[in-house]
């Protein structure tokens, strides 16, 4: 049944118009109008109240107004051509009747696909919206907005629809608040949310497993091990103080080359002999530092085995909660190195990495370095070859590297208000209009401003309450400064 709500007046374009109703029309609404045989999606930009009523007659006259006579100016979708979305070419025709839009229109023209991961309804209408699996892993997604918006939520949401496709996942994770996922979530007031996304509560336990660098890893998660064998000056280097001098970073390099000449194998343990056999006294300040990284137990002759971590069925979780900023730098680093290049050789499934925080690992030039960068700017621009997907969640937009932000095709949009960050973020956008500034400013939370592909157009998605317990409530930033400093006492970072 096709409902009539208004009729187009006054000048328009082949991009928008404006039409009058006399019914209840609201911001965000989605309209259709049948322009040269052919039904054309439209979504409502502004709503105003019409009124005779003026400043003067306010005082002489009763003020009650008697019909609701509304102005609406909408913005053109499109229609759905041969080849996807198509935009008309001639203005819209005065006069003409103005429809609400239905489920089966909007589906059609915005190209929701009723199957993959199913992150929300379209605000407003009862309508599920998809991403597609394939395109989340070869096209990147992005997930951006202020803190407290909702983005770790939302990412949430994305992992346990991986989970539930079988794609396999790895999520940075800086807080350890992904860990909560292998509990369902019970919290009163989004249990009662379940039934209108219909979602059901679902704990994770038998998908994820935790794993945390060092010694003495929190409880729950497994040492992660990084390769120690044959590790090279540079390696060592990148977890070692920027205050090494030349004259130790000689004596090291001399080091390592004896140890090489003498064995085709050789440990972290193998460089320290050979450093204490060196005659220059520089070696007693490098001797500490590198048994302290020994005794840290980052780096294994036993390595976590990299098919472990991503195979088919299992979320790997790396928890950083604790662990100083310049190891996580190296973990990551190595560790998306090495499940790249296992990648590559097909050996792993394809599979999504996530990375919380990115800033911290992928920050825009003059923002700091990190070591990580490199191979997350190479994840970006080649990953989609190989199946090897990116997330990246991230409080400061201006502040990850744009060229890897420009890399995903998907991007989640949550409130922002700074301004240099909603400038980043309508700068990597395609889709949006100008008022979308004003619109990612206002979002309330839970509300997202979704584009990318198949999807055609930019939409505004409320996010559908998690099956599983989301833990990002807990993260106290104080307690993780004073267990990093229980776990690693010897300041030999990168500052
Ligand atoms: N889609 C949503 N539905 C219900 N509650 C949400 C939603 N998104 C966020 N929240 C609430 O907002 C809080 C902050 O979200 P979170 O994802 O941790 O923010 P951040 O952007 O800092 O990662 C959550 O603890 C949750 O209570
Ligand atoms: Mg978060």
Known sequence: MQERIGIIYGDTTSTSFNFASNRQVNRLDYVYVIHEGRKVLAQVREVRRISKLSFEKVFVEDTREEEEKISAAADVIGYNGRNGLCVPRTPFKQGDDVYKADEEIVRDVLGLGKKGAYIGLLKDMNIKVYLDINTLLQKHVSVLAKSGSGKSYA???????????????????????????????????????????????KGYGSNIVQYSPGNDANRESIPLRLDEINLELGDLMDVMSSKVTGVQKGILYQAIKEVRERKRIYLLEDIIDELKRAKSSAKWNLIPQLEELNDMGLFSADPTPIDELVCRGKCSIINFRGIPPHIQDVVVSHLLTKLFEERKKNSIPPFMVVIEESHRYCPERGQGGAISSEIIRTVASEGRKFGMGLAIVSQRPARVEKNVVSQCNTQIILKTTNPNDVKAIVASVEGLTAGAADEIQRLPIGMAIVSGLPINAPLFVEIRVRKSSHGGKAAKVVDEEKRAERRFPFRFGRQ
Do not use: A, Q
């Open 155 to 201: 990412m949430g949401v994305i992992v346990e629809e991986l989970i539930d496709h079988g794609v396999p996942v790895v999520v940075i994770d800086p807080h350890g608040e992904y860990s909560s996922m292998i509990h369902p979530n019970l919290d009163e007031k989004e249990i009662e949310m379940m039934k209108r996304f219909d979602v059901k509560p």
